[in-house]
């Protein structure tokens, strides 16, 4: 069972980034995705889930109409698409389903 995250990097403050989760050794569809983050001298925080039946879809306040989760369940990957960014933003992106963690993707937002 591996989850492995990409797409992260440096981004000015108002552009867009996306990353993806890759899954490997189980199938995507019988579970629900989602995405946490863990800022520097801050604890984990949640992100946005998916839900693995109907594709519904959570945010925290902090994204909520500026990030989009979605998954493509025959390839196997989930997606985060982060629009509007901010420094605040900044964080190890950190991808899940069921019990199962990532190594997470850096991502900065900075000018």
């Known amino acids: 069972v591996q989850l492995v995250e990409s797409g992260g990097g440096l981004v000015q403050p108002g552009k867009s980034l996306t990353l993806s989760c890759i899954v490997s050794?189980?199938?995507?569809?019988?579970?629900?995705i989602n995405w946490y983050r863990q800022a520097p001298g801050k604890e984990r925080e949640f992100v946005a889930y998916?839900?693995?039946?109907?594709?519904?879809?959570s945010y925290s306040t902090s994204v909520k109409g500026r990030f989009t989760i979605s998954r493509d369940n025959a390839k196997n990957t989930a997606y985060l698409q982060m629009n509007r960014m901010t420094p605040e933003d900044t964080a190890v992106y950190y991808c899940?389903?069921?019990?199962?963690w990532g190594r997470g993707t850096q991502v900065t937002v900075s000018s």
């Open positions: 050794g189980f199938t995507l569809s019988g579970y629900g």
């Open positions: 998916i839900n693995t039946i109907d594709s519904t879809t």
């Open positions: 899940n389903a069921g019990a199962a």
